[in-house]
């Protein structure tokens, strides 16, 4: 989930056609797995590769021990930057409990926790700024991974008494409560289809296996559909795990504030007829690629997040868009009040704020998105979100 966009287009990006790699790039095991699953039909769509390569639970790339992010891993994150993004956030979320009332008990849901360092963050500014809040709430984690569930319980240790986290949404649907559900960078980790367009009609790549254990990219016939304005050879990425992430997720919730920061566009931008090699990235080591079948388990494969697309799908289940920004704008907005009240004076504080919001550092790679229940959206988010 790196912090990296792509420039604006200029024209097309290099686009190989099918990515062939040797096995001896990558984990033999895991590439054992998905030359398997491949086997049993011919081909798998690539959403189903990027379970195995992303999510195995032994060698995929996430059920890594927690080393993927930060100056030593392969991608620097805001919260890389250090607590004033997690203070942030938590003035956010108590701004939404003093609205609504003061709520008790009330939830907040973080969507992969990765180390449990962001919601060490939330926690420790909540309890410091709002007792009352702070005793009220319950900081529930839906984590799928065994060891980064690990990593969040010895992170979150001394915080224990406000927290549960737990395998899935399940176990925490079951007792919704009113509250904030939010997740950084993780929507551009949720699996993707690659589709292209030819002789005028969509087609989705498949990944195949050669001979040699080489992984490549070959068209099936699709039920994805975008319109015919696209040239010949136009390749994208399109989501359509959105309705089902955001009904697990607002099951959780009796109503609410749902949150996602990450890089991406609105859908105009998104699918314009320039981007036309789409926006799949792989990162190692802070260096981003092309080319998803280098190093199965070992690489970051990642896309752009389609914001247009996430607002209509949250709306079939009673959340709109009422925010929808750059995070240096957003941020600065929410720091306002801690600024005036001097909060932000030293100069650790003062360098991370820069980094969050400056546009040449993190402030115009990533946007921020705000979605409530039963609220109606604003006529400039609408705009924005081409909605």
């Known amino acids: 989930m790196p912090d990296a966009l792509p420039k604006p287009p200029t024209g097309d990006l290099p686009s190989p056609q099918d990515y062939p790699n040797p096995a001896a790039t990558a984990t033999p095991s895991l590439r054992e797995r998905i030359i398997a699953a491949i086997a049993r039909r011919g081909s798998i769509p690539f959403p189903e590769y990027l379970e195995i390569a992303l999510y195995d639970p032994e060698l995929g790339y996430y059920a890594r021990a927690g080393t993927q992010v930060g100056r030593d891993g392969d991608f620097y994150t805001s919260v890389s930057v250090g607590p004033l ?7 956010r979320f108590l701004g939404w409990w003093e609205t609504n009332g003061r709520p008790g008990p009330w939830r907040i849901l973080e969507i992969g926790g990765h180390d449990g360092t962001l919601a060490a963050d939330i926690l420790s500014e909540i309890r410091l700024i709002s007792p009352p809040a702070w005793q009220a709430l319950e900081y529930a984690i839906a984590e799928p991974l065994p060891r ?50 030819k002789g005028g009609a969509w087609q989705e790549l498949h990944v195949t296996a050669g001979e040699n254990g080489t992984l490549a990219l070959t068209p099936r016939e699709t039920s994805i559909e975008l319109g015919t304005a696209f040239p010949e050879g136009y390749r994208t990425e399109v989501r359509t795990g959105f309705p089902d992430c955001l009904a697990d997720v607002t099951a959780c919730l009796t109503n609410g504030l749902l949150l996602f920061a990450d890089y991406g566009f609105a859908s105009p931008e998104y699918y314009d007829i320039y981007r036309s090699s789409g926006t799949l990235r792989t990162f190692s080591s802070h260096k981003a690629g092309e080319d998803p079948f280098a190093a199965p388990g070992e690489t970051d494969i990642t896309a752009h997040v389609d914001f247009t697309d996430l607002a209509k799908a949250a709306g079939a289940v009673g959340y709109s868009p009422t925010v929808f920004n750059s995070q240096g704008s957003h941020l600065t907005h929410l720091a306002k009040p801690m600024i005036l009240a001097g909060g932000m004076d030293d100069p650790k504080t003062i360098a991370q704020f820069r980094t969050l919001t400056h546009p040449a550092h993190l402030g115009a790679k990533f ?4 979605l409530e229940s039963s609220a109606e959206t604003p006529p400039d988010v609408a705009h924005r979100l081409a909605l």
């Open 85 to 91: 993004f997690g203070k942030l956030l938590a003035r």
């Open 148 to 197: 980064l569930r690990g990593l969040q319980k010895t992170c979150l240790e001394h915080l224990a008494s406000r927290l549960r986290i737990a395998e899935g949404f399940g176990g925490i649907a079951s007792h919704p409560l009113p509250g904030v559900a939010f997740g950084n960078e993780i929507l551009d980790a949720l699996p993707f289809h690659l589709i292209e367009m």
């Open 367 to 370: 946007h921020i998105i705000e």
